[in-house]
């Protein structure tokens, strides 16, 4: 079955999704035991092919024993092999985390949540592990029109924000399947390592240079990179809680990694890096983008809306440290794609955990947290220290590579943004521990007022948020020793 792997962790989530769908009818209680199994193969899949790639290196997994270009060839390697263990097991503690809250959010409408939730999960992982750049728009459309369903299923404003998602995913999408038209016009191919192959022979064609910036504008615009992330502040923070856990450590960081992909393993390195004046652009565009969405994360009074600008800035991060060009930068940029998953992961399930049980996320709701739910705030001062970037969290190695690139590459202004974003993002969780921590001793003056009573999440809430928490130190530890290693045998020899 090992062999199946590449295939199994899509077709699984994917029939998994309409038997669940089928199931809400007939037998609703069997749904979520088979959507946590079904995300528990997946991963177990996700990780059997990143050791089997440790191992032996990277292999090609061929649709129906169909070659390519004819048949849809699904590539396995360092890189995919990584993000896609890290996108499974975000996937898997998300459900096991939020199932309850999606309960209460979604009542007699919960089980089709959950064949939303896996339909998004097959999307992802599909465009994860594809080597075909059409299979790759399909996919990408299965993961939005989810995603979109998801975020519409949240309450007040939530239509309207997924309309606005759907606007701007679709012009997104559009823009990526137009540069992939036009490389299928002058190369004969879809498959990626054909198109690899072809395109060092096209370096003077204008066509194949429109292909490449096009493509990566509808990239950005998926990834909402500053200034076309309009759609991701109303979409995070109008859905549901189970929604927004999912969708943001997901979206965002398999677009920068289609980005990658596209940039090292379609078009040559020569090409992206050297023939094509694109690095500096967008190294500048996602310095940016790191200095506004930070800025405007500090005029925010509302979690969820501060940690989708947090997000976006940290999109900034991967970007600006990919587009610097070299290996260090590089490594800092794909560990990132890892690391902000489990953060992002880490700090919504907090927040989400705050929403459900005080029933606001304003900065002033959190009165007195610290004293009501002491390990949610425990969850969330990881997630924070590691966002700022303290050591050991994971959030600091990635930071450490980002700028010893940018020193590397003489990106002073790139330098100067990642430490403000981090010193921005101090004052931002600082003033949330202040006042959880500190405010209700100034409530009153004979104790504590009677709506800070203890109010924690049950232990099923708990327990995987916590096992989240721990894992953004395990993954800070791990770095060094394994992590990178894997990031270094992704990264072309090309790259010094």
Known sequence: MSAHFPALIVVSPLMAAMVVAILAWVRPGACLP??????????????????????????????????????????????????????????????????????????????????LYLLFCAGTYGIIVTGDAFNLFVLLEITSISGYALVGMGKRDAALASLNYIFMGTIGASFYLLGVGYLYLVTGTLNMADL???????????????????????????????????????????????VRSLIAPLTTKTMVY?????????????????????AQPAVWLAVTSIVAASLMALSQTSLKRMLAY??????????????????????????????????????????????????????????????????????????????????PTCGFFSKWYLIGGALAAGQWAFVGALIFSSLINAVLFFRIFEIGFFEPFAASDHGHPPDLAYAEAPATVIAPMLVTAAGLVVLGLLTGRIVTRIIDAAIPAAIL
């Open 34 to 115: 088979l959507a946590v199994v079904t995300l528990a193969g997946s991963l177990w899949a996700a990780a059997g092919m990143l050791w089997r790639v440790v191992v032996s290196g990277p292999f090609a997994y061929h649709l129906g024993n169909w070659p390519p270009p004819i048949g849809i060839a699904y590539q396995i390697d360092h890189l995919n092999a990584l993000v896609l263990t890290a996108m499974a097991a975000v996937a898997l503690v998300n459900l096991l985390a939020t199932w309850r809250h999606a309960r209460r959010d979604f009542a007699e409408r919960v089980n089709y949540f959950y064949a």
């Open 196 to 242: 690899a192959m072809i395109l060092p022979r096209l370096y003077g064609n204008k066509v194949v240079t429109a292909a490449f910036i096009i493509a990566m504008t509808g990239l950005f615009m998926k990834m909402a990179l500053f200034p076309l992330h309009g759609w991701l502040p109303n979409a995070y923070s109008e859905s549901s809680s189970p």
């Open 258 to 278: 289609v980005m990658v992909r596209v940039a090292l393993y379609v078009f040559p390195v020569d090409f992206s890096f050297g023939h094509l004046a694109f």
């Open 310 to 391: 947090v997000l976006i800035a940290e999109v900034g991060y991967m970007v600006g440290g990919f587009w610097l060009g070299n290996r260090m930068g590089m490594t800092g940029a794909i560990l990132h794609i890892v690391n902000d998953a489990a953060m992002t992961l880490c700090a919504f399930l907090a927040v989400g955990s705050l929403r459900q049980q005080l029933a606001d996320d304003s900065f002033k709701a959190l009165r007195g947290a610290f004293r009501r739910m002491p390990w949610t705030m425990a969850v969330l001062v990881v997630a924070g220290l590691s966002m700022i970037g303290v050591p």
